[in-house]
T-cell receptor, first 111, second 114 residues
Framework: GQNIDQPTEMTATEGAIVQINCTYQ??????LFWYQQHAGEAPTFLSY????GLEEKGRFSSFLSRSKGYSYLLLKELQMKDSASYLC????????????FGTGTSLTVIP | DTAVSQTPKYLVTQMGNDKSIKCEQN?????MYWYKQDSKKFLKIMFS???????INETVPNRFSPKSPDKAHLNLHINSLELGDSAVYFC?????????????FGPGTRLTVT
C-alpha cells in the first residue's frame, strides 16, 4: 500500500517563508505532486517532481529526495490568499499509475 | 471555458435512493478519475478510466459504478445510497496513465444522504 504523511496544520506570517514536508512509502514511484485546495473548492495543481532536486515555479518550489522518500513544498513571500490546504500526492506504477493523496496540510497565513 | 465540469454541484437525497453524478472534460485527456473526499478532507481514489476501459477499481462497494459513454465523459452511478456515502465527490482527468502528468479536477459534487 501507499503511506503518505504530512503535518495536519501549520501557521505562518504574511511575507514569510513556510516549508511543508511530506514523507512517503510506495512501490513503483512515478512522481510526487503538490496540490492546493481552498475551502469548498477543487484541488489545483502546483508542481511535481519525478527526479531528485528542486523545482521552482515563482513563489512556489518543490523538492524531492527519492532515496529518503521525502519532499517539501516551499512557499515564499506568503500572502493571505495562500491560506489553504496543501495536498501531497504520489503516483505509483505498481497500482496502474494511480495517484495517492496524503491527508493534506492546512496552512493559515496570519497578518 | 470550464475544463472539467460536474453536475450537480449539490445533491441531497435519502437513504436507499439511486443517484448519478455526471462529469465532462474538454481537455482532450484520455484518462479520467473519480475521488471521494470525506469530512476529514482525505482524498481517496475510487476509479480510473483510460480510453473507455476501467484500469483500476479500488476497493469501493459495488453499489458504485462508473460509466463512460466516450472519452470525454465519466459518470458515477450510486445505488442504494447509505449515510456513509455523504462526502464530496471529485472528477478529474489527465493525459496518460503512463506518464507523470498532473490531474485537473472538477468543482466537486457535495452529496448528502439523509
Amino acid at each position: 500500500g501507499q503511506n503518505i504523511d504530512q503535518p495536519t496544520e501549520m501557521t505562518a506570517t504574511e511575507g514569510a517563508i513556510v516549508q511543508i514536508n511530506c514523507t512517503y512509502q510506495t512501490s513503483g514511484f512515478n512522481g510526487l505532486f503538490w496540490y492546493q485546495q481552498h475551502a469548498g473548492e477543487a484541488p489545483t495543481f502546483l508542481s511535481y517532481n519525478v527526479l531528485d532536486g528542486l523545482e521552482e515555479k515563482g513563489r512556489f518550489s518543490s523538492f524531492l529526495s527519492r532515496s529518503k522518500g521525502y519532499s517539501y513544498l516551499l512557499l515564499k513571500e506568503l500572502q493571505m490568499k495562500d491560506s489553504a490546504s496543501y495536498l501531497c500526492a504520489v503516483r505509483a506504477t505498481n497500482t496502474g499509475n494511480q495517484f495517492y493523496f496524503g491527508t493534506g496540510t492546512s496552512l493559515t497565513v496570519i497578518p | 471555458d470550464t475544463a472539467v465540469s460536474q453536475t450537480p454541484k449539490y445533491l441531497v437525497t435519502q437513504m436507499g435512493n439511486d443517484k448519478s453524478i455526471k462529469c465532462e472534460q474538454n481537455l482532450g485527456h484520455d484518462t479520467m478519475y473519480w475521488y471521494k473526499q470525506d469530512s476529514k478532507k482525505f482524498l481517496k481514489i475510487m476509479f480510473s478510466y483510460n480510453n473507455k476501459e476501467l484500469i483500476i477499481n479500488e476497493t469501493v462497494p459495488n453499489r458504485f459504478s462508473p460509466k463512460s459513454p466516450d472519452k470525454a465523459h465519466l459518470n458515477l452511478h450510486i445505488n442504494s445510497l447509505e449515510l456513509g456515502d455523504s462526502a464530496v465527490y471529485f472528477c478529474a482527468s489527465s493525459h496518460r496513465m503512463t506518464d507523470a502528468y498532473e490531474q485537473y479536477f472538477g468543482p466537486g459534487t457535495r452529496l448528502t444522504v439523509t
